[in-house]
């Protein structure tokens, strides 16, 4: 038995070793292919990112949509984690801003008007009485070029528009440029640049709906926010200018907390998170916003950002109207947003971070989710 065995047992260490080997060697990709038409016959593109280590992300141009993301759970499975569609007419049709780029203003302005240098400006008023998300047509509804771009931290794609003077009532041309890396650490990266030609405001996100357990509601899922302070609302969610303290409330997720396990504690209608929080990095550089852990997966992702605040959402204006990938029936708090960016209503409220972009500066945002598991 030993003049068998050990041959066998070399044998299997070197495919071991091989298959090893192979892994090591392979590289971050990104292909191309056509995702549908509009209407009009514009050609809608769809990139595929896949990293070293096989995690795989889908953008389209329509919108510089993000409508796959498949991370691995504890037992290395992969899994689709965001909400979204297979096809380009449920995107056309209408959606909740699914893994859409958001601007040129994302979250809600008052009554869609602001001052800026003496001069007010009167945007739509597509959210009640309020602007919300860069208006009628934000950038979620524009067609984005887009490019492979180089990097030596995984797969890239550069995206860029050219949003013109008076676009949805907003002033000056503004130049956007947003990268898309998926990084060989499992990070799904979004580096933001604007610039502009007269002076205005800006305030850029990725709208993304998570479900690290891939289906059925997010309330288990296990979350922390690095924030003592959030901006309370009003009826039409608008900050009322005050800096609340979230300790001693439901708001309170400064230590690791089930999404479920105050929600029925809030008063809003339809009941559930929709706050913007008040980061303590305060925005001055890249650091860690939030984690989120789904114990059944074992999946864990950790939010970092450059942005002072990070707009908390559970989903739920989601009502099972909408039918997604794989067949499933969005219910309300079926996917949550984590969106980093700068408060609500900031235009119309001086004592928050201000988002003028005047000609000269340019505009930099970045924000990174990290996937791993616990």
């Not at 759970?73 to 899994?79: I, V």
């Not at 650490?185 to 990725?206: G, H, P, Q, S």
Request: hydrophobic share 35%; net charge positive.
């Amino acid at each position: 038995m030993k003049k068998i065995l050990v041959p066998l047992m070399a044998l299997t260490l070197g495919l071991a070793a091989a298959n090893a080997g192979a892994a090591n060697l392979m590289k971050a990709t990104v292909t191309k292919a056509t995702y549908g038409r509009l209407p009009d016959g514009t050609v809608i593109e769809e990139y595929t990112l896949t990293n070293t280590k096989g995690v795989v992300c889908k953008v389209i141009t329509y919108g510089a949509i993000v409508t796959e993301l498949h991370v691995p759970d504890r037992n290395g499975k992969l899994g689709d984690v965001v909400l979204g569609f297979d096809n380009l007419k449920q995107y056309l049709d209408g959606h909740p801003y699914f893994g859409a780029a958001i601007g040129r203003y994302a979250n809600r302005i008052a009554k869609g008007r602001f001052k800026l240098e003496g001069k007010t400006y009167q945007l739509a008023t597509n959210n009640g009485p309020n602007h919300l998300h860069g208006g009628l047509k934000g950038f979620d509804k524009v067609v984005w070029k887009a490019e492979i771009v180089p990097s030596i931290e995984g797969a890239a794609i550069k995206f860029s528009y050219l949003s013109k003077d008076g676009e949805e009532g907003y002033p000056g041309n503004l130049e956007v440029t947003m990268i898309y890396t998926l990084t060989d650490m499992n990070e799904l990266r979004f580096e933001y640049e604007a610039r502009t030609d007269k002076t205005t405001i800006v305030n850029l996100t990725n709208h993304s709906y998570f479900n690290l357990a891939e289906r059925g509601d997010i309330l288990g899922h296990v979350v922390m926010i690095n924030a003592d302070r959030y901006t309370p609302v009003d009826d039409t969610l608008i900050p009322t200018g005050k800096l609340a303290p979230v300790k001693n409330t439901p708001m309170d997720f400064t230590k690791p907390m089930p999404i479920g396990s105050r929600i029925n504690l809030l008063t809003n209608d339809p009941r559930g998170y929709d706050h913007n929080y008040v980061l303590n990095s305060g925005g001055k550089k890249l650091a860690l916003a939030a984690t989120v852990h789904e114990p059944k997966t074992g999946r864990f992702m950790e939010v970092f950002t450059t942005e002072p605040g990070l707009q908390f959402y559970t989903g739920n204006f989601l009502d099972g109207t909408l039918t997604g990938k794989y067949g499933i029936v969005y219910h309300k708090h079926y996917g949550f947003c984590m969106e980093a960016d700068h408060f609500p209503d900031s235009p119309n409220q001086p004592k928050f971070p201000s988002v003028v972009l005047k000609p000269g500066q340019t505009y930099r945002q970045t924000t990174v989710y990290k996937f791993s598991v616990k």
